[in-house]
């Protein structure tokens, strides 16, 4: 098999696992069940729970301890995409071709997934408790990391950063905070959580979260490049919305070529680390690669 | 002494304990955790981690791994209301005399404060593993509650409910449903963790959530009754809204005195079986029944 195909076996697997991981829609409250596997199956690259199952495997990891962390990180980003296409926010009434939730189910309960998906996320991490209590404290850590990487140190960070900056010129240092919390959080908790469950150390943690933060911004300034380069049709989204709203990128910052070159830059840079934890199978350095040329 | 005194030093000190679990106002995002300390220190009866720290020190509890609960706690109750007072929900301009998040900061960074708040929440508790990482277990224990009980089987269930039966009537089984998530489950997990963390055992836990179940109830009702015959002044905020927004409370259903003697009746319940536990001060079944006579 080629890495497309894993890669597609790969992301089914993920996809039971989130499916496994939902509330039943049962209750006076089973809306709020049914809009967040709304917002939660609405497809999705898979990246986040992806890296995190395969860091895990590269340290060794076998049980299945680490799977309601792979759900609490979608949950998290998922959350994260329903509250940013708010009105209030970008006011997006469509999301990789469906509507979004607001949209479906009003902007109050629109509101009230974005917060049960983030509180899930928690709940769900934390059963994590009961799987193997006698390895409490390596899965407090990884709750710690979860917390931190995805809140105002992290991704909250830097989406409020980036809120604050909108219609305004931002210098480069600030545009690369953004990125490097906005995206690189959440892909930096990844790699970090799958390797503290798979039974690394403090050193090998440092380096999976070093790995991750040149993957998490190479993916970003890719994402600038694509809103150039790409179409509507495979983008699943409008493309040159960047320049419409005036918005600072990378490619705005630095030009179109030498973001490609930054992008490929940082994704050698990623693998060449990842060689050095001497992984024994191809996939992760691989998936890692990918992303340089992703075309969506 | 008597117990207003106590009780106004005892939230003192919890307002101090707030402060201090607050994050830093630095870096590009500092706009965020501005407005979390406008928001959290805003006041209130701080009733939720007093009853966890009351309950904590019932069951013999001595160290400050309390502490975090108690501030993350607060941060939950505290994002609700930032999202609850948000124009696509209730749309309050004030809170407690003063202007609300969304109003100081905008939309977007209202909805983004309700959010860090959250995320904040579980960020703060799970910094009690460094605190005492031998009691990671119990730890873990108590961040399952705190999250099961804020989430969609909790708070966010309730809220769900009532925004859903907005404009409608509402059975009796239907506001009971309400009441008990929206208001009851936070005061649930307030006596629950301070139980587990102050080392009770199940049978202990499971009594603590009774008490607190009576007393969330009570409490609610008695907000119901206080929107009948409490003065805006004293309330510190509008009264007869019920009535204005048409809505089903205990006072619609039951009628005013029959609203009062529940209240009394569920209050003096949750004081006797916290009798029961043999409490060594007198403190926690005065704040109990203090809930019966409140005027605000």
């Known amino acids: 098999m080629n890495f497309k195909e894993i890669y597609q076996i790969k992301t089914k697997e993920i996809e039971g696992i989130l499916r496994k991981y939902l509330p039943k829609q049962e209750g006076y409250q089973a809306v709020i069940m049914e809009a967040m596997e709304y917002s939660l199956m609405a497809g999705g690259k898979r990246l986040r729970p992806m890296l995190m199952q395969e860091t895990y495997r590269l340290f060794g990891g076998k049980s299945r301890v680490i799977e309601p962390f792979m759900a609490a990180l979608e949950m ?18 469509y999301r990789r071709g469906r509507k979004t939730a607001h949209i479906v189910y009003g902007e109050d309960i629109g509101i009230l ?19 193997e209590p006698e390895r ?14 995805a809140g105002i140190y992290g991704m909250i960070g830097g989406q409020v950063v980036d809120v604050k900056s909108a219609g305004e010129s931002v210098s480069g240092e600030k ?12 892909i930096e908790a990844a790699m970090m959580i799958g390797a503290i469950l798979g039974g690394a150390d403090e050193k090998q943690v440092k380096l999976a979260e070093e790995i991750a933060g040149k993957t998490g911004l190479a993916f970003q300034i890719q994402d600038d490049i694509l809103d150039i380069t790409g179409t509507a049709e495979i983008l699943g989204k409008p493309i040159h919305s960047d320049e419409k709203n005036d918005k600072t990128t990378y490619v705005t910052w630095k030009g179109i070529s030498e973001a490609k070159a930054l992008v490929e830059k940082l994704s050698h840079e990623a693998v060449e680390l990842l060689m050095s934890l001497e992984p024994k199978e191809e996939y992760l350095p691989q998936l890692l690669e990918s992303l340089i040329n992703r075309s969506k």
């Open 136 to 149: 409490s404290c390596q899965i407090g850590k990884a709750l710690q990391i979860l917390a931190r990487k």
């Open 76 to 93: 998290i980003h998922t959350y994260s995409l329903v509250h940013d296409d708010l009105p209030a926010m970008d006011n997006d009434d």
């Open 175 to 186: 545009l690369d905070f953004i990125y490097r919390l906005k995206t690189g959080a959440l």
């Open 113 to 131: 997934t974005g917060d049960a998906l983030l509180n899930y996320a928690f709940e769900t991490a934390s059963g994590a408790f009961d799987m």
